[in-house]
Each structure stands twice: as structure tokens, then as C-alpha cells.
């Protein structure tokens, strides 16, 4: 549901106002979404098969090429006994149930200072819901061995899994500003900012939940998604220029520019390591504090620049984008784990489309033209330091297009 509010006396768009003869306006709109979710998930809780503990003729007669005895042997007689009673390998169903609702306002408003200058500004909020594999409702046990010492049982590391269905969506509100002066009929220069602030950020949950079964209660450790109670701020400006130089002689009159240049920061929230796509979201977790990462996908710079060029039939661009390093993702497919960057990277492309008619269009592309070569590193440690993960040549790519128009 959105409502739209139009306020009396006004005479612009949603709302607005004109100044005749000083070209000074104001327009933009206001609006609100609510937003009900209901979700609903069957799963189970699984206690521990009988053959994760070594048995008790084990215990008391280790085998021969056994020189120590095992963690679980080492425990007293009694403390062995009520595991054994606890791992039934049975388990139970369990329906998870959870209901959210969410208003999502949104504002928009434009100053036109002149008709060349203008200035908008803009609120929004949204929300992103977690990964369906996330939200599994399974509780998958196993035994948890520390530094060598049995210390009873786990779920979402080595050996075990959980989800959790009663997850939040992670929220963001949105704050944009931008100044835009636009000098000539194809020419402007643009510069805008822009802050976000995340909550309920999807993160790993660290905990003791007491677990009854076969007569015997443990407080089972427990690595889960949860909703992380810190915000995190992503912040930056973007510049932006673009002309035509029709003011040129001849041939030259055709030629343009369009160049941007963006900043981004981001900070303040451990990000998940959770894997989403296996039946067991937390079974293996990063080995590194991913609070001192930024956020995934986004670069500190971002460049893109274009020289086109457009007069008669032709129609042409070379563009090359470049993106400083950004993390990929905190956590690796495969051991350690590790948090993997992306690291700079630029790639140069290429059109020339000459129009035959009114109807038909032919030409070429290359994409890829310096034959970008992709690396990847991870994260070693919670210094941060780095190492070659993987190297990608993507190659160079020509294609011959032909569009038609009926």
C-alpha cells in the first residue's frame, strides 16, 4: 500500500510551488509502504547418534595403536554415561513461526534554483529480507571438543548445523542530497552525497541453549544468523561531468565526454560468514573478526569514463571502468574459510554502430579489450594481512550486431 499526499493550494506535481518570473521551484512527493510477513518454517531438532561417542569398551580397553585416550574417555564414568543417554540419535519436528510488518516511508524533493541549477534531496526506507538457507529450522548436534577437553555438545560448526527462521529483515534508511547545473543543452556537472545507516544486519550468533533429551539437560553451543544490535554506515560523493562538443567545427562537433567518479566508506557491523546455500548455514565460520572488514561488493573509488561520439549515422563509444579493491566475500567456499578480496581492477570496451536506415542498425562490440586479468586474495589474519587466492583471465570479447526495427 502506498499513499500519495498532494497538499492544497500547490500546484506542482505532488507538491510544489512556482515563483513567476524568478524560475525558482519546488516539487518532489511523499509516500509510505507497509510492508506484513508472514513466514512459516518445518524443520527438526536432531540430537546426537550414539556413534559420535566412542563407546565404552573403547574407553576402558583403548585399542592397541591408540597411545591417548580420547576426549570423551577422558571424562568420569558417570559424565560418559549421561551422554550416551543424551545422544539417542531420535529427533523431534519443529515448526518455527514469524510475523514482522515494516513502514517504509519515502520523500522527494526538487529546488530548481534557475532552470539550469538545481537541487534534490531524498529520504527513503527499505528493507532487505534474509537468505531463504538461513532461515532453516533445523538444530543438528554434535560433539564440541575444545583445546582437547570434551565440553558437551555444538550446533553451526564442524560436524553440526542450525538456521534460524525467526530472523528480522535488515533495514536501511537513506539520506541523498545532489546539485546539478546543467550549462548547455547536452552538458552538465552534477556532485551529490549520500549516507545509509543498516540495521538488523544479518551477523554470526554466539550462545548456550539448554537441550533436554533421554533424561539429561545441556547447554548446547550454539553458532546461528542473528540480527546484529550494531549499525552500519555506508557514506560517500559522487562527481559527474558530461558534454558534447557541438560547439566544435565540422566532424569534431560529434564527439563527448561522460566521466564520473564516486567515493564510498563503509564501517560499524560484523558481517555474516554464514553460508546460505548448504543444509548447514553455519557449519564452518570465517577465521577472521569480520568487523574489520567493509562491507561486501563495495569499493573505497570508483572511476568511468567515456568518449562517444555521435554525429549522422555513427554512433561509437570507448569507455574503461576502474574499481579500487572490494571484499568479495567473508567467507571462502573452502578451508580456512577466509575472507576473500577482489582486488583493483579495470576493463576497457569498445562499440561502433552505423545506422543503414530509419530501420537498420549495424556494427561491432569488444568487450574486455585489454584483456583484464581478475585477482583474488585472502585474508589472513585480523591484521589483515594478504595473499594471492586465485588469478581469472576473462579474455577478449568481439561480437558483430544487426539490429532491425519493424
Known sequence: MKLLFQIPGLTRDRF???????????????????VRTDFTADGSIAYPSPGSLTSEADCLNPPPNQTTPSAFCALPADQRAA?????????????????????????????????????????????????LGL??????????????????????ETGGGTGNPYLNPTKSSQYDMSVEWYFAKVGSVTGSVFYKELEDVLTNGFGLVPVTNGGQTYNVYTVQPVNSPEHGKVKGYELGYQQFYDMLPGFMSGFGVNANYTR????????????ATTA??????????TSLLPLAGLSRDNVNFTLMYERGPISARVGYSWRSRFLLTVRDVI?????????????????FMYSINDKIKVGFQGVNLGNEITETTQVLNNQLLTAGRSWFMNDRRYSLIARMTF
Open 83 to 131: 551422554a550416551r543417554a543424551f545422544a539417542t540419535g531420535t529427533s523431534d519436528p519443529v515448526k518455527a513461526e514469524h510475523k514482522y510488518e515494516n513502514w517504509l516511508p519515502s520523500f522527494n524533493m526538487k529546488v530548481n534554483f534557475t532552470d539550469a541549477l538545481l537541487m534534490r534531496l531524498g529520504y527513503s526506507e527499505a528493507i532487505a529480507r534474509p537468505d
Open 135 to 156: 532461515t532453516r529450522s533445523v538444530f543438528n548436534m554434535a560433539p564440541r571438543v575444545v583445546n582437547g577437553v570434551w565440553s558437551g555438545w555444538q550446533v553451526g
Open 264 to 275: 564510498i566508506d563503509s564501517s560499524g557491523v560484523a558481517q555474516s560468514s554464514l553460508n
Open 16 to 34: 510544489g510551488t512556482d515563483d513567476e518570473g524568478t524560475g525558482f521551484r519546488i516539487s518532489g512527493n511523499v509516500g509510505v509502504r507497509w
Open 335 to 351: 578451508t580456512p574459510f577466509a575472507p576473500i578480496y577482489n582486488e583493483d581492477t579495470g576493463q576497457l570496451d569498445a562499440s
Open 280 to 289: 548447514s548455514p553455519a557449519s564452518s565460520t570465517s577465521t577472521v573478526d
